[in-house]
């Protein structure tokens, strides 16, 4: 009896070896993706739909994740929410999709497209930037994002300004989310930090900031921080200049205008504005010791010899919200919904190209203060201004 | 209150190029009586155009001629290849018209010159003039010294020169005027290249300060716009007026209560205007004669 049951037990364990490959290639993993890549928001929706091709390309030449390979749809919603949200219900729908990655690259358009994956139990990782993306946790039990969050980003910059002796300072943001959604951060850390803050605003389209940058200089300030994505912001820089305020007070603008076009519009200008910024445009400038600095040379080294071009952040952006996703799906060992946005939620120290990521089930934002640093152009390219 | 004489400045500033878009809006308005919706996207297209030829090398004010010619053809090839197939070419018409031509500028626009923002140099270098406390941008000077003489050119224009009385008067009086031997299309194409050419060089001329980019159109036509109706649509000195007024009232709401109501206090005081002055500050409103 004995030996009989050690070979039936023999023979199951060779079958399920022999079969297992088979069993567990139930199939392809199926990623849906969508970006802007026409439409107003265009300008960032090419790069960042080229780093998640390339992250895609990457993974299945290695074989897949547990031997399935990923089959990838997107979908171009044009800028134009409506479209998002068609495309969203045709990926849940009739594409079946295992994961969502990206929303759209317009906050506004993630966070209607939630709405419908929540509902569905999808697991979604979104690309943009907004925190409402991820907060409430409670309503945002499925969507984790792969960029840092304002909170965070206002936190690094108080560090600076803690460093520098830096104690009044006068936020100029635009009227949309972007820069309010900043201003809302802002006045939480600047409470918690100490800091006293002039807040001002202005028009996306506007082109003429000479009446807040007249108060702003009145009223003594140390430092500006502007914060938007639309040219305005050289706007800002030139009459800044023209006041005489950029050799006298310390000028910093967001994440959102590290962009080699807006310096070289602003020109000298900008020669003494600070950036903040994720580790990405000044990869070359980290120390051999940043868990970053290897990550962003072998991924810029890939992007060129496949697209011929220099890649920027919101490469990085995508290219790790995919990594991100298919390490939670071989964790999670198969595309089990709420298998893989538990894996999702227990990422921990995983070093992407972006940063350091670090999940939670109460934190669906990976990354932190640690991973910014401020940045300045010369020369005709971005360089390390402050590290940690 | 240190700062009221630059917040001034700023307001002349930014009130000439609204009182320059307000011109083009005025001169479409005094001979088809339509409100023309193209007028920003054609200042938007002058600054974009001045700003590639001068990225192609070719000297500046080369660069600002070849917008102004440019637009100015867009201009008499809108009122020719599509207003002038229209069967009734009524002020409600042609101002829908307008505002199709306007979306098509736009995308024409973006395909052919690109999604990217641009600028052109200050036309005497960018070092600001330090006057008594006040910093001015050359640039500034440029733009109030420009307004000046096209409003007073075209102020003489529509006074005294043969041509533009023949334009006043088909506005006023089409069957009469041509009755007299005015063609009245010929009135209406001028009035096109006329404000397709001011458009051009008012978005030439601010580019240095405030950057183009295809979607900058759109506002600027409001801009005009409103300080159009201000001033009192379809009179010159109007559009003077309701630029600068609009200008300065942004910029000490901006400096003076909060940034964030800069533009609620603009338009506040436009609706004022036209609950109390329908015509507008300097309109003279509808008085028909029988």
Redesign the interface.
């Known amino acids: 009896m004995n030996a009989g049951r050690i070979a039936r037990a023999s023979l199951l364990a060779v079958s399920a070896l022999l079969f297992a490959p088979f069993a567990l290639a139930q199939g392809a993993i199926r990623i849906g993706s969508i970006l802007s890549v026409t439409g ?1 928001a ?2 960032l929706g090419e790069d960042m739909k080229a780093g998640m091709e390339l992250a895609i390309e990457e993974i299945n030449a290695k074989g897949g994740v547990r031997g399935r390979k990923i089959d990838w749809f997107f979908y171009d919603a044009e800028s134009q929410t409506q479209k998002g949200l068609t495309a969203t219900r045709r990926l849940i729908d009739q594409d079946k999709v295992d994961a969502i990655v990206g929303g759209g690259n317009m906050s506004g358009m993630a966070i209607a497209m939630l709405g419908l994956t929540e509902r569905a139990g999808l697991p979604f990782m979104s690309t943009e930037g907004a925190m409402d993306i991820v907060t409430p946790v409670t309503e945002r039990q499925w969507t984790f994002k792969s960029t840092a969050d304002d909170e965070q980003v206002m936190e690094r910059l108080a560090d600076y300004f803690a460093k520098k002796g830096i104690k009044r300072v006068a936020f100029l943001g635009d ?1 949309s989310g972007f820069g309010q959604s900043a201003a809302g951060q802002l006045k939480k850390v600047a409470a918690a930090r100490g800091l006293d803050v002039l807040y ?4 996306p ?1 506007d ?2 900031m ?3 940058l ?2 702003i ?2 009223s003594g300030v140390q430092a500006i921080i502007c914060w938007t994505v639309t ?1 305005a912001g ?2 800002f820089l ?1 009459q800044a200049q ?3 305020l950029d050799s006298r007070l310390t000028l910093i603008h967001s994440y959102g205008f590290v962009d080699q ?2 310096m070289q ?1 602003a020109g000298d200008a900008a020669k003494n504005l600070l950036l903040i910024s994720v580790k990405f445009p000044v990869g070359a400038d980290l120390p051999d010791t940043d868990p970053q600095k290897a990550r962003i040379m072998t991924l810029t080294r890939a992007f060129e010899a496949k697209f011929k071009r220099k890649p920027n952040q919101f490469v990085a952006q995508t290219y790790d919200a995919i990594y991100l996703t298919r390490n939670a799906i071989e964790r999670a060992g198969g595309t089990d919904r709420a298998k893989v946005r538990d894996a999702l939620a227990e990422t921990r120290n995983w070093a992407g190209v972006g940063g350091v990521f670090n999940f939670a089930a109460d934190r669906h934002s990976g990354l932190s203060k640690d991973d910014l640093v401020l940045v300045n152009f010369r020369d005709g390219s971005f360089h390390l201004a402050d590290y940690k | 209150m240190g700062q009221l004489p630059n917040l001034l400045l700023a307001g002349l500033s930014t009130g000439s190029v609204y009182a320059l878009v307000a011109l083009g809006f005025n001169v479409i308005f005094k001979s088809t009586g339509a409100i023309n919706f193209a007028q920003g996207e054609w200042v938007m297209m002058g600054g974009m155009v001045a700003a590639a030829g001068h990225a192609a090398q070719w000297p500046l004010g080369l660069a600002v001629l070849l917008a102004v010619v440019t637009v100015m053809v867009t201009g008499i090839l809108s009122e020719r290849v599509i207003l002038r197939q229209l069967a009734r070419p009524g002020p409600l018409v042609v101002t829908l018209v307008m505002i199709a031509i306007a979306i098509c500028t736009k995308s024409l626009v973006m395909l052919v010159l690109g999604k990217n923002p641009a600028s052109l140099p200050g036309f005497s270098g960018s070092t600001p003039i330090d006057w008594g406390g006040l910093r001015i941008h050359p640039q500034t000077l440029w733009i109030i010294g420009i307004t000046c003489l096209v409003m007073v050119g075209a102020h003489a224009f529509f006074e005294r020169s043969i041509l533009g009385r023949a334009m006043r008067a088909v506005a006023a009086q089409p069957e009469a005027a041509a009755l007299c031997g005015i063609d009245p299309r010929m009135a209406m194409a001028l009035a096109f290249a006329l404000a397709a050419a001011t458009g051009a060089l008012a978005g030439a001329i601010i580019t240095p300060l405030t950057l183009t980019s295809f979607d900058y159109g759109t506002v600027l036509g409001f801009k005009g716009f409103s300080a159009a109706m201000l001033g009192g649509m379809g009179s010159l000195p109007g559009a003077l007026v309701g630029g600068i007024l609009l200008g300065s009232l942004e910029s000490l709401a901006g400096g003076l209560i909060s940034s964030h109501f800069k533009d609620a206090v603009a338009f506040l005081a436009l609706l004022l205007t036209l609950f109390l002055r329908p015509a507008g500050v300097l309109g003279k409103g509808e008085v028909e004669r029988v």
């Open positions: 107003p265009a300008f009227s001002e605003s202005f028009n389209s082109t003429d000479m009446p807040q007249g108060k200089k009145d040219p050289v706007v030139k023209q006041l005489g076009r807006y519009l």
